[in-house]
């Protein structure tokens, strides 16, 4: 049973339009949430996270926010860039310290 | 500048042999984990490690092992190669702090025949 969903396979925005890449979460004690960017053929790398006790974090284009009682993040990119177009993959920390994924939406940004 | 680095970007081996992938990392990282990466399933942890000589199963250890006998190198075992372990493998390692990012390697792209 997933524990983290990304229930948009894939998104489609304008140049210097605002991407938003939504995420759900299963279990209420999560407590740290992570967003990672992923090129083909290359490993994912980090983005930005929160914590439980915040509910919005900014770095630069880049805002998470969380909505504890709605189990929902998202990820704003304002403005969008091509280079910004990847695989978005929403990550929760685990019991065990270990990340738990979901399955990633493919951003296309359109000159 | 953080490293992590897998021996083989590409690798293509026959059902039935065994297969070594090799992580190293140059950072001095407590954690390492290895996971596969597949199209609709994102990815998925097979295996993770706290320290040397310690493994922990993660969500999808069956017909993998793992060896981790100095701090900086992590190492995954396919026993038996199938071909529904083609995939592709990324190993992470981060720091003990349970809050801490992971930095991914570039992965390697498995195929079994």
């Known amino acids: 049973d997933q524990q983290v969903k990304q229930n948009s396979p894939s998104l489609s925005v304008q140049e210097g339009r605002i991407s938003i890449l939504n995420c759900d979460y299963t279990?209420?004690?999560?407590?740290?949430f992570l967003w990672y960017k992923k090129y083909p053929a290359e490993g994912p790398t980090f983005l930005i996270s929160?914590?439980?006790?915040?509910d919005k974090n900014e770095d630069g284009r880049f805002t998470v926010f969380l909505n504890k009682s709605a189990k929902h993040l998202s990820l704003h990119i304002v403005p969008s860039q091509p280079g910004d177009s990847a695989v978005y993959f929403c990550?929760?920390?685990?019991?065990?310290?270990?990340?738990?994924f979901g399955k990633g939406t493919k951003l296309s940004v359109k000159p | 500048d953080v490293k992590v680095t897998q021996s083989s970007r590409y690798l293509v081996k026959r059902t039935g042999e065994k297969v070594f992938l090799e992580c190293v990392q140059d950072?001095?990282?407590?954690?390492m984990f290895w996971y596969r990466q597949d199209p609709g399933l994102g990815l998925r942890l097979i295996y993770f490690?706290?320290?040397?000589?310690?493994?922990e199963k993660g969500d999808i250890p069956e017909g993998y092992s793992v060896s981790r006998e100095k701090k900086e190198r992590f190492s995954l075992i396919l026993e038996s190669a199938s071909t529904n372990q083609t995939s592709m493998y990324l190993c992470?390692?981060?720091?003990?702090?349970?809050?801490?990012?992971?930095?991914f390697g570039p992965g390697t792209r498995l195929t079994v025949l």
């Open positions: 992470a390692s981060s720091l003990p702090a349970t809050y801490n990012e992971q930095f």
């Open positions: 279990n209420s004690m999560f407590d740290y």
């Open positions: 929160i914590s439980s006790i915040k």
């Open positions: 990550a929760v920390v685990g019991s065990q310290g270990n990340l738990i």
């Open positions: 950072m001095d990282h407590e954690n």
């Open positions: 490690s706290y320290d040397v000589k310690m493994k």
